[in-house]
């Protein structure tokens, strides 16, 4: 990656592609960070490809799927607590903002009995409020990875909780 | 030259507006398949070229962004962590099919195959073509100088520095054993041409499979040998054997799991690792640069008779 290719794979517009796909600012800026912390960690493969900026962006747009996935999923399963929603029919991201404006008092007070204080802040800023793992970084004084592993943590609790969820099989 | 040659091939996206192009990357962001990467960097240069003629807000604070990188997500505590772990990308994919197809010899899958099929294309996906794979490590345990490291979602050997000293200063084994059946015979005979050592081979099966084929794949890291077994019903598994170049290269064997916790059988003085992912299991064991795995929708009394059958 030399000269204006490496300008061209550069950060400037790595940041750019996901600010302009998705309004999710601070996630966005999550992913690429992530993005650069896993090409930095395969430059010797990723380097040797004869499309390295395709890798880098292929990365970038299946890491944006995937976080918006599970952001959904997290989603879906609080609704699922008072409603059986298939598995496969994953509402739009307007669709369960709306639905969980609605019903968000009943939905969260089901939650914040299976979360400490500090969980349940934490899954409302990653989950309801699009923050990054960088703001969450920054708010409760611990680093990215420790905030990833915290909302890996909520994940297994509400497992815990509602294990019908876990097994939950695709139809 | 290339540069002017994807300007004169994307120079009508210049006549779009900002907003238009911004939902061209939105449509293909939303699209399952792969990027035309020259497009969308074009795209990204006009947009670009615009905000710094005239600021909008759109560029981001790259020198901000690079400081944040080092301070908070380039630490060591990221060390072989992704905030955002992904599926493994349409292009692997698409190979893995079409390896795998070739190796099985067919274009089409009986339909009754084809959940498994999903399952095994992704795990030889990851087994051959994703060896740089980002995994946390959760716990391990040392079996003849392999770790196994797995997650909840992923399981993968490591090396240690003392199995790569003892690898260094090894002495080679060769042994060949009599064979009890007669895909016994024809994996023991693939492994010694291909100068692995043939007692690795199970010599028992289940009953009515047939081995459908064998392919070998190598590639600067690793030697494949591939072997895959199915009946009329639904049993669809395969024998892996894989040989690394180094052993430091051992954690490229990725295998995807569910929650269920990673189990140990030992038989033989070999250890596997049986690992569930929905309705397949995996067995697998390593020893210096070689991997062996079992893996399909074995029960687990199938799979652990294989296992017992290995030098057998």
Known sequence: ?171 | MAKKSACEKYGYLDRLSTDQLEELLRADFESDENSDVDAIFHILEVIEKREREHPTGRLPDTKLAWEEFQQYYNIPEGEGVQLYPYEQGTEAKASAVSVTRQVLGTSSIPHAHRALWNVLVASIAIFLFFGGMVVAQAAGYDVFGAIGQWTEETFHFASTGDAEEAYANRNSENLANAESSQYHLILKETLQKHGIIAEIAPSWYPDDVSLLNSEVFTNEFSKTILFSFSNDYDKLFYVDITMYQSISDLNMSTFEKDSTPVDQYTSGGKTFYILSNDDTLTATWASETLVETIAGNLSLTELKSMIDSIGG
């Open chain 1, 1 to 171: 990656m030399k000269g204006s290719q490496q300008h061209r794979y550069g950060p400037d517009y790595l940041q750019m592609f996901p600010a302009c796909s998705i309004n999710d600012t601070y996630r966005a800026q999550d992913v690429v960070q992530d993005t650069f912390h896993e090409a930095i960690r395969h430059y010797d493969i990723i380097a040797a490809r004869e499309n390295p900026g395709g890798w880098l962006m292929e990365t970038l747009k299946n890491k944006i799927r995937d976080s918006e996935r599970a952001r959904r999923r997290y989603m879906r399963r609080f609704l699922s607590l008072n409603t059986d929603i298939a598995e496969e029919a994953i509402p739009s991201s307007e669709a369960l903002d709306g639905h969980l404006e609605q019903d968000e008092t009943l939905v969260l007070q089901l939650v914040e009995e299976a979360l400490t204080p500090e969980e349940n802040k934490l899954l409302k800023r990653l989950v309801f409020d699009k923050a990054g793992h960088l703001q969450v970084a920054k708010e409760f004084g611990i680093t990215v990875y420790a905030s990833e592993k915290r909302l890996e943590r909520v994940r297994q609790k509400l497992y815990k909780v509602f294990p019908e969820r876990k097994y939950h099989k695709k139809k």
